[in-house]
């Protein structure tokens, strides 16, 4: 049986569970007994090469001695067991300056984790199907690196997976203009499930050319995630790119004011994708100088990525259009970033590439601190030939980005890039939203062509009309009939 078949009957068998209610709630179910089953394995692996390795957790609670017998213990027994030892234990796991480092793991993941299922024998199938798959074997862990991408997008009918899924083709293409080097310091301060963080460390991994390099990376890479679910799928997935102990820590990088950074806690790379849209709580924006407060969520992290950049240091953030051309506080600190950095690079992604979280056009924005911006350079990614949107069916691709690649380190203006001085953005008041000067012609469309638009359009608009009425007949029909 296939790992996606796998995937699939696990979450059928959910669907049959009274207490997990809804696709939010069975992929929470189903990350920390994968983040167990993910962790034993790992253990299995730490056994072969280490002869005095002791596992943090307490032996009655690893998955090998309650999970991996498929006739173990089940029902009422099991519930019971879940529920008052396993969670109650992990989460208070003791922890001191001597404990394995593992262990605060363990409990951070468990921190906000929660058991939905409510019928025990449920769950034994649930844990049965699970231990079909052995995240110690290379092809296993491929083939459920691409499932683990699916259970992110089963997040949207959950309502707001867009605050934390960016589709890998842009995370990869960021990751490859960062072009991070051993031995920096990578930093995501909004990691939701992991996607850059991952990246980056397939980026550096291919540096690698020694033991002590391999160690390096897994202690220069760090996340921070607010909101439990992500976090606790990012620690996962940390652990199948094994990582044995992930810097991911559950947190709100904006809770912490800008004063209490120490020089040593800045980074040399920042790659992120903030929430946007939203807003922050009553407080956090006092965390920030007075010029700068707003509770705009992405406004705030684009000042804390700033400060936490040292001189030389790079980044590369997706903001919304807003950000662009917006006034009054987004103007200063738009007024910083260019007085403080080298914003060389802004590729404008057109709609849908967040679809079916999101609409806004977004775009991504590559600078490096310490040196004042002089011009700006602007490329307009394009769709490929026959798209009028992305859709969850046909996502944004890392090919596509192929052009912006060889255009990258020899620039030249075309039909996509153009470049703009600093004098101009600061003359407009600060506005970055500039339209692609070479477009502009091409946005006055032939009449005939926007007449067999509009008519194809109302042509739809009329197909679904008629399908709704016939559908609100047919319940008016059967309504009748179970009144007779």
Same mark, same amino acid.
């Given at each position: ?81 879940v529920n008052n030892q396993l969670f109650q234990t992990l989460k208070n796991l003791n922890l001191d300056e001597l404990s ?44 459920? +690196? ?65 033991? /002590? ?33 992930? #810097? ?16 040593? /806690? ?29 509770? #705009? ?28 051309? +917006? ?43 310490? #040196? ?20 969850k069916t046909k996502p944004i691709r890392i090919e596509e980005f192929a052009p912006e690649k060889a255009w990258w380190d020899?620039?030249? /203006? ?34 005939? #062509? ?5 008519? /194809? ?28």
């Open positions: 049986m296939s790992i996606s078949t796998t995937v699939k009957t696990i979450q059928d068998i959910m669907r049959i569970d009274e207490g997990v209610d809804g696709d939010a709630q069975r992929i929470s179910q189903l990350t920390w007994m994968i983040f167990l089953k993910v962790f034993d394995d790992r253990e299995t692996e730490y056994e072969t090469f280490e002869d005095d390795y002791v596992s943090p957790l307490p032996e009655e609670l690893r998955w090998r001695n309650w999970a991996a017998n498929a006739e173990g213990i089940t029902g009422d027994e099991l519930l019971e067991f394995d480092p593992k262990r605060r793991i363990i409990r951070d993941a468990f921190e906000d984790a929660f058991n939905f299922m409510k019928n025990g024998t449920l769950m034994r199938q649930v844990i049965n199907k699970l231990n079909e798959i052995d995240f110690n074997n290379s092809k296993d862990k491929q083939l459920f +690196g691409d499932i683990y991408e699916q259970i992110l997008k089963d997040l949207q009918s959950a309502g707001n997976a867009g605050e934390y899924y960016t589709p890998r083709a842009v995370t990869q293409f960021m990751v490859d203009m960062l072009k991070p080097r051993l031995g920096e310091r990578i930093l995501d301060p909004a990691c939701g499930t992991g996607g850059f963080v991952t990246c980056a460390l397939e980026f550096l991994k291919k540096q690698i050319k020694t033991v /002590e390099d391999k160690e390096k990376i897994q202690r220069l890479i760090m996340g921070v995630e607010k909101k439990p679910l992500p976090h606790l799928l990012c620690i996962t997935n940390m652990l199948l790119h094994e990582v044995e102990v992930p #810097e991911i820590r559950h947190d709100n990088t904006l809770a912490r004011p800008l004063r209490d950074y120490k020089p040593y /806690e800045k980074v040399d790379v920042i790659v992120t994708n903030p929430p946007f849209g939203g807003k922050e709580e009553d407080g956090i924006e006092s965390n920030f100088p007075s010029a700068y407060r707003t509770k #705009e969520t992405a406004d705030l992290f684009l000042v804390l990525i700033m400060h936490l950049l040292v001189n030389g240091g790079r980044a590369g953030i997706v903001l919304p259009d807003g950000t662009l051309f +917006g006034e009054g506080v987004k103007t200063r600190i738009k007024e910083k970033l260019l007085d403080e950095c080298n914003l060389h690079t802004i590729v404008r992604l057109p709609n849908g590439v967040f679809n079916p979280y999101t609409s806004i056009k977004t775009n991504l924005l590559f600078f490096t601190k310490g #040196e004042p911006t002089k011009e700006i350079w602007y490329y307009e990614h394009p769709y490929p030939p026959g798209y009028k949107s992305y859709s020899n620039r030249q /203006e075309n039909e996509f890039a153009w470049k703009v001085s600093v004098e101009e953005i600061k003359a407009n008041g600060y506005n970055l939203d500039i339209k692609n000067p070479y477009q502009e012609k091409e946005n006055h469309r032939d009449l005939g #062509e926007m007449l067999a638009d509009y008519q /194809e359009l109302m042509a739809g608009l009329s197909e679904t009309r008629n399908l709704l009425k016939a559908e609100l007949m047919s319940a008016l029909s059967r309504n009748d009939d179970g009144m007779m």
